[in-house]
């Protein structure tokens, strides 16, 4: 299972803040939309991300105030990304060594979408699941 399998199964819509927000409205966004990280793009141009995890780590508990921290200061710059083509095991591999939860995916360096470890995990277990049934019938038969 390739990256726009899982796309085309959860959709592709990206939720996105400009760098020059305040923590606050990037948590408030992401609150809103249910989401443990926003992307950071400006003129369609991916700059960074903005995780639950940076929040913790970076304003909480160095005591800052998201309401006068702007996103550029504790975004992440160095962003995994994946392509619609790479396969499970290879962004299982990337999220697991680069310790990340959410990779954007990026076409012609576009971001076309963002997967999970959540996404993945769930099309890794509707895939054993097709295999089990494809077991039990060959072995029924």
């Known amino acids: 299972m390739t990256v726009n399998q899982i796309l085309s199964t959860k959709g592709k819509e ?12 990037a ?12 992307l950071i793009i400006e003129n369609t141009e991916l700059k960074g991300v903005l995780s639950e995890r940076d929040y913790a780590r970076k304003i909480v508990l160095k005591a800052k105030s998201s ?3 702007f996103v550029h ?8 990304t994946v392509k619609p083509t ?3 095991d290879f962004c299982m591999e990337l999220m697991s060594t680069k310790r990340v939860r ?7 360096d576009i971001v076309i ?7 993945v995990v769930k099309a890794i277990i509707e895939l054993q699941k097709d295999t089990i049934q494809h077991l039990n019938t060959y072995i029924t038969q």
């Open 14 to 25: 990206v939720f996105s803040i400009l760098s020059t927000h305040t923590v606050y409205e």
């Open 27 to 38: 948590l408030t966004i992401m609150s809103e939309k249910n989401i443990g990280a926003i």
């Open 67 to 69: 309401k006068k921290t």
């Open 73 to 80: 200061e504790i975004m992440e710059t160095n962003v995994v």
């Open 86 to 88: 790479d396969n499970l």
């Open 102 to 108: 959410h990779l954007p995916v990026l076409e012609n």
């Open 113 to 119: 979408g963002v997967i999970s470890i959540s996404d």
